[in-house]
T-cell receptor, first 112, second 113 residues
Framework: SQQGEEDPQALSIQEGENATMNCSYKTSINNLQWYRQNSGRGLVHLILIRSNEREKHSGRLRVTLDTSKKSSSLLITASRAADTASYFCATAQNSGNTPLVFGKGTRLSVIA | EAGVAQSPRYKIIEKRQSVAFWCNPISGHATLYWYQQILGQGPKLLIQFQNNGVVDDSQLPKDRFSAERLKGVDSTLKIQPAKLEDSAVYLC???????????FGPGTRLTVT
């Protein structure tokens, strides 16, 4: 079963707008990670946020984590056509050597 | 630093045939993963290795899938015999440890006809 559930399933915005994607999960975690997958390419790690962190930034990316609500959000500011991709959240649980569990992803389309 | 290498990139086989995929992780990464990604879904873990030992293979269909990681470096994933529903992208990833970010290879797109 998949731990993370992204919302929305698909999102279409104009270039320059901000894009927000949400992820909800079910059990306690050690960290939560966001990945991007372009059409025809492998997954690329974007950002990792630990359970004791509330917010993290990387370039145009901002990730928040609310462990009380078991949810995270990924904000992409000033979107570009190159941001068009599927975005996945993945959770790592506290027990050692437990697998990373991916959600089904949000498909983001940025229209130039 | 070289990334995760996978081969082949594409493979087309008929059902009931066998197929093998190869993965070379990033040097020094102790943990290696094989995922299956069906179109429109997120990756599903098939097997996780820590060095050359299996950590998790609970979702590996062991009647037809097998994997090994020789000497704790390269890994192969085999399917024998293949079924139509095995059509998917098979991704290999590696990481320094199980709670770190993972680095993915380009994947092998398998089509079973």
């Amino acid at each position: 079963s998949q731990q993370g559930e992204e919302d929305p399933q698909a999102l279409s915005i104009q270039e320059g707008e901000n894009a927000t994607m949400n992820c909800s999960y079910k059990t306690s975690i050690n960290n939560l990670q966001w990945y991007r997958q372009n059409s025809g390419r492998g997954l690329v790690h974007l950002i990792l946020i630990r359970s004791n962190e509330r917010e993290k930034h990387s370039g145009r990316l901002r990730v928040t984590l609310d462990t009380s609500k078991k949810s995270s959000s990924l904000l992409i500011t000033a979107s570009r056509a190159a941001d068009t991709a599927s975005y996945f959240c993945a959770t790592a649980q506290n027990s050692g050597n437990t697998p990373l569990v991916f959600g089904k992803g949000t498909r983001l389309s940025v229209i130039a | 630093e070289a990334g995760v290498a996978q081969s082949p990139r594409y493979k087309i086989i008929e059902k009931r045939q066998s197929v093998a995929f190869w993965c070379n992780p990033i040097s020094g990464h102790a943990t290696l993963y094989w995922y299956q990604q069906i179109l429109g879904q997120g990756p599903k873990l098939l097997i996780q290795f820590q060095n050359n030992g299996v950590v998790d293979d609970s979702q590996l269909p062991k009647d037809r899938f097998s994997a090994e990681r020789l000497k704790g470096v390269d890994s192969t994933l085999k399917i024998q015999p293949a079924k139509l529903e095995d059509s998917a992208v098979y991704l290999c990833a590696s990481s320094p440890g199980s709670l770190f970010e993972q680095y993915f290879g380009p994947g092998t797109r398998l089509t079973v006809t």
